[in-house]
């Protein structure tokens, strides 16, 4: 990669601006863009609008310059800008008059663009061109784009319009049917990290290759970005950069905690997750931005998975961790997290700051993932005497615990034999229900010298059933429910176990018998949900 640099700017102004690309030659990572303009260019065929859609820091204002530079510049060689003749110099010092650059996020109504098409049809005061560059174009409004669309429809043969946009979907299909639209890719990671090495060298600074692979990793495929930050490090450092000072500064990179959170997803560790999360609030993070970081992990695990490639973006360290995390994830629990992420980033909507529908639906990914098969029915018999029938769990609507006493419990309970508590169909209880209810009390009495809001909870709750060695707790409202069959249940299981002296398991159930059904027009975040998929009718069981 080569180019000129020239610093056009004071100094001390940001390194982004410093390092700006002068040449299609200089910019990273947009080969099928910036090659399909040099030959255009080069032979003549310049269209009179462009459209340049991409996430922020992959060049799009660079190209749309660059473009002003080549189709103005007379020395123009295979179309690449000379960058030495007046017209170029004049561009690249922002003096220009023939190039225009408006944004639209300040300059979006229908006068703007009615002022435009008025002076549009002057001609250029130096070069062959007048370029009007449109940035930030999907913040036009309805009325503007309406006022823009005739002159792109039959422009000046002087002018070109450049569109710019991050959010290509919003730009009318009438805007987009009248220019060459041309998609920027985020940055390869490969490009970003030599391209920061570039920008070291030719600044005097020393850094190590792992510093400069994790600013990379933080930039997530935006060379702006990556330069922005290799700006601040430089400035914090005060001399060679270290990884250990862009951790300091930068912290986790967004990936490494997205990776974290997976790593607990496959691992079953709902803890680990709860207290990611836990960390993220804590440092005033963005829930919702991380909800929308991990739907795009659950993507490229995805592809991972099914194709054995890995995004172009990722660092060869990144890759191998995405290659092992797909491993441990079948795509059957990919669709179920990328489903469940969906969701919790429309709860986090209307959860007004409360992280509990991420971690609730953290320890539900996980606790799903835990669940077995049931048993054929052809593999069902009528129960052979105690001493004899081997255990011989049936479904369950709540996840097995991962308990080595699990084996021990089910053959006690099968020793013990049917119990007259014991619904027909159900498994033999380890404990009878009798005894349940009578040491509810002091279940309540240890909860409340932790907790007095916890134990309010469970006073309102009533043990109704035991099947196996699993107590089936009825609760008055969702809310408690769902919080003690996820969040707090091993806490449940385990005070129960140490009262009962035997090994027991909790499902937690508002009405007894049956899953509570909920549609999505009774619940506003699942209501939410539901029209993001387009089916508002929809209906969803809770477990």
Known sequence: MHGHYHPIVPEHAALYRVYRPQTFS???????????????????????AYLLSGVRGTGKTS??????????????????????????????????????EIDAASNRGIDEMRDLRDKVRFAPSQGDYKVYVIDEAHQLTTEAFNALLKTLEEPPPHAIFVLATTESGKIPATIVSRT????????????VVAQLGKIVEQEGQKAEPAALEAIARHAQGSLRDAESMLDMVIAFADGPITTKE???????????ETAALFDALAASDGAAGVELVGRLVDDGRDLRLFVRRAIEHTRALVLTRATGRVPETVSEQVAAKLRAQAKGLSLDQLAKIAKRLVETEQHLRTSEGTPLPLELAILDLVTSSEKTAPPPETARREPAPPAQRAPTPLPRSDPPRRDPTRAAVVAMADRRGPSSNEPVGARSPIVALDSVRRAWGELVDRTKERSIGKAAQLVKAEPIAVDGATIVIRFGDEFARALWQDK????????????????????????????EVVTATDDPMLRAFADTLGRPDRIMEIE
Not at 27 to 34: D, I, L, P, R, Y
Not at 495 to 514: E, F, M, N, W, Y
């Open 246 to 256: 862009v951790d300091d500064l930068l912290g986790a990179s967004d990936w490494d």
């Open 63 to 100: 190209i749309a310059r660059l473009i002003a530079k080549a189709v103005n510049c007379p020395n123009a060689k295979d179309g690449e800008p000379c960058d030495r003749c007046e017209n170029c110099v004049a561009i690249r010092e922002g003096r220009s008059l023939d190039l225009i």
């Open 26 to 48: 200089a910019v990273v990572g947009q080969e099928h863009v910036t090659r399909t303009l040099r030959n255009a260019i080069a032979n003549g065929q310049v269209a009179h």
């Open 180 to 191: 060459q639209r041309f998609d920027l890719r985020r940055i390869p990671h490969k490009g």
């Open 488 to 515: 707090r249940r091993s806490e449940l299981e385990q005070d129960l176990s140490v009262i009962l002296s035997a090994t027991v398991h909790v499902k937690c159930v508002r009405q007894p018998g049956a899953p």
